[in-house]
């Protein structure tokens, strides 16, 4: 907020100088309308400049001489306004407004007794003044653009400052989470080793899930065992013999055994149900 409040008088400062305008009494000065043979304004300055000395005693150095053209004839004449005050008259009405702290920028004639409005400043101290105003809006124009320039270097600062505090961020949660990535990631390689297992034909995972997808519904397993030459005994149960024998049948369609047959079967009484306890034999 401050830096915006810079900001504003900086414009302030540069667009809204004040234009001090001084009304100086018609009594003080000589106003005379004049008709020139000339319409060139070079000319007519000098014309003015030589009617203002015949006006006055005093030199035209000590003379702060204006004029204003009123109109221009179809024949080369001009009708021109003349205004002249004397410097030290016009010195001192300035210097009674600088010690009141005033400092016109312009200085003019009443307007109700004279048409036209002419500033009296002399030629000189209307140059400086014009130089000042534009040494000051370059001041202005500079201390605009520091300004300009800081307030962009603090927004660059803050995004900086705000991405690192976002980056520490991340790299504290990146450490809270790394054990869990490693767990996760030894699953990974032990989910890729059994795909890798199941992937190769007659392996022990593959075996294991080629008997659970064709395993009948009433067929249960209590063990498998593997013997040499890729040998496979399975013992199991079921709720009848039938059931055995059907499993058999389906273990020999699969691609993966063959010589499926049932080495042994035996019947006992559990719990007022009869239950069948078998074994398998089948080449891998």
């Not at 305008?21 to 106003?31: C, E, G, K, S």
């Not at 890729?230 to 059907?246: E, H, I, P």
Request: proline letters at 4%; hydrophobic letters at 45%.
């Amino acid at each position: 907020m401050k830096l915006l409040k810079s900001l504003q008088n900086a414009l302030g400062f540069i667009s809204s100088q004040p234009d001090r305008v001084a009304v100086f009494p018609r009594r003080d000065a000589i106003v005379r309308t004049l008709t020139l043979p000339a319409t060139d304004p070079r000319e007519i300055l000098d014309m003015v400049r030589l009617q203002a000395a015949r006006q006055t005693p005093l030199g035209i150095d000590d003379l702060s001489v204006t004029h204003e053209v009123l109109e221009k004839s179809a024949d080369g004449h001009s009708k021109v306004m003349m205004v002249i005050v004397h410097r030290q008259t016009l010195r001192r009405y300035l210097s009674g407004l600088e010690e009141a702290g005033l400092r016109p920028t312009r200085v003019v004639l009443d307007s109700v007794s004279c048409g036209p409005e002419f500033n009296l400043l002399p030629e000189e101290e209307q140059r400086e003044k014009r130089r000042e105003e534009r040494r000051r809006e370059l001041a202005g124009v500079l201390v605009f653009s520091l300004l300009l320039a800081v307030s962009f270097a603090g927004l660059l600062v803050q995004h900086v400052r705000a991405k690192k505090n976002e980056l520490a961020r991340l790299n504290q949660a990146s450490l809270a989470i790394f054990p869990q990535v490693k767990d996760l990631r030894r699953m990974e390689n032990r989910l890729e080793s059994a795909q890798a297992q199941l992937n190769q034909r007659g392996s022990f995972l593959a075996v294991l899930d080629e008997l659970s997808r064709l395993l009948p519904g009433r067929v249960s397993l209590k063990a498998v065992d593997f013997e040499k030459e890729r040998s496979l005994v399975v013992q199991g149960t079921c709720l009848s013999l039938s059931d055995a024998l059907r499993w058999v049948e389906i273990l020999g369609k699969s691609p993966l055994f063959s010589a499926v047959e049932l080495r042994s079967s035996d019947a006992q009484r559990v719990r007022d149900q009869d239950i069948v306890n078998f074994v398998l034999y089948a080449k891998i």
